[in-house]
Nanobody, 122 residues
Framework: QVQLAESGGGSVQAGGSLRLSCAAS???????LAWFRQSPGKKREGVAV?????????VYADSVKGRFTISRDHAKNTLYLQMNSLKPEDTAMYYC???????????????WGQGTQVTVSS
């Protein structure tokens, strides 16, 4: 059973940085770990995904390419999302998710954290 718990959200001014963490347990060496975000009134958006098997490069949404970096520390069982050059439009609840196969849609992920809020002011 995969368990996920996010932390690290907060309020920051535009141009600033935040690092989100997701404590993950129960996943295997062939799990897809992802970050999603959702703003009020908007559809949940995939931000970045990484494969624990290491055979594939991380995949990023176009809106965050060059600004966000997904990584994980296997020894600490933690997934990270380093967010730089933050913009007001990055304001959202951020979630980590996990599944043992590639998912094209968010509703294909069966394991989710509770979310952490990121607010970027202009």
């Amino acid at each position: 059973q995969v368990q996920l718990a996010e932390s690290g959200g907060g309020s920051v001014q535009a141009g600033g940085s935040l690092r989100l963490s997701c404590a993950a347990s129960g996943y295997t060496a062939s799990t897809w770990l992802a970050w999603f975000r959702q703003s009020p009134g908007k559809k949940r958006e995939g931000v970045a995904v990484v494969y624990t098997g290491g055979s594939y490069s991380p995949v990023y949404a176009d809106s965050v390419k060059g600004r966000f970096t997904i990584s994980r520390d296997h020894a600490k069982n933690t997934l990270y999302l380093q967010m730089n050059s933050l913009k007001p439009e990055d304001t959202a609840m951020y979630y980590c998710a996990a599944e043992d196969w590639w998912c094209s849609e968010d509703n294909e992920y069966n394991y989710w954290g509770q979310g952490t809020q990121v607010t970027v002011s202009s």
